[in-house]
């Protein structure tokens, strides 16, 4: 069955159209909007009615792009930009009703639970012991302890995201010492009280982690992420972008997305590997659940 899973974040929102073709997931479309709901957030926290109807139309379109594909399986699900909002709940129903599938504003465990189901069952082999999943989005950053056989124990949150910091402390492009400095002093605070049981492995996904394998590579060691921020310091987003084929409006916020990931790296005490899969992945999987055997972990995508 050719499913699509919808995932309306902070930064983005983004489509996965997929399906089951021998032990994997063959990707049949992925497309993203840099819809920046965190950023266009009112005083209150509130959704402007204009960036409603602007995220309303992408995933409309989105659903018809799917829809002509064949895709007979639906799900979208919207995480922190709409489950913090006063009024995320008729924002969902707002863009339901235009794009004419249910919307679904899922908790932080839901949302973790998906995203350890991706990450983990993408990996392509056998995880013996504890793994981390971390998870940096745009307004928020999970940290998703489990098993592959047990599936999810802890899922842990922190309101500090890689768009929300950009948007606090980055003026200049490309970002000065000083505002470095700074990210990495509100990092610091944010996680100071934080002790987490360290994991066998850690895997990062989310769209900090996905842009950073062009830069450096599948693995996040402190060297590596020293590496990617000498770069992104050192030329204008439209440069970066360029170079390493990266959307500039992703490449202002990576910054804090690295600073995020290096002190969560720091915590769990592993390096990151970054993810084949993640919420959306994970969101396919859970639809195929007694279609596919989503049991064996060499699930992964073509």
Known sequence: ??????DIGSNTTRILVAEPDEGKLKKVMEQRAYTRIGQARTEDGSIPEEKISEVAEVVETQVRMAR???AEGFRAVATAAL???PNG????????EAAGIPISVVSENEEGR???LGATKALGYKVDGRVAVVDVGGGSTEIIIGTVDGGVEQVRSWPIGSGQLADELITSDPPSASEIRRIRDRIDEEFAEVQITRPEQAVA??????SLR?????RLEYETMERSIRVLSGDDAVEVGRQFELDPVRVRMLPTGVLILEKVSELLGQELQIGKGGIREGIVLDMLNGGIDVSEP????G
């Open 1 to 6: 069955m050719l499913c699509a899973a919808i």
């Open 68 to 70: 002509e594909l064949g």
């Open 83 to 85: 489950r913090d909002a």
């Open 89 to 96: 709940k008729d924002a969902a129903e707002a863009i339901s």
């Open 114 to 116: 998906l995203a350890f």
């Open 205 to 210: 996904v989310g769209g900090s982690a996905t």
């Open 214 to 218: 062009k830069i450096v590579g599948a």
């Open 298 to 301: 060499a699930l992964a995508p």
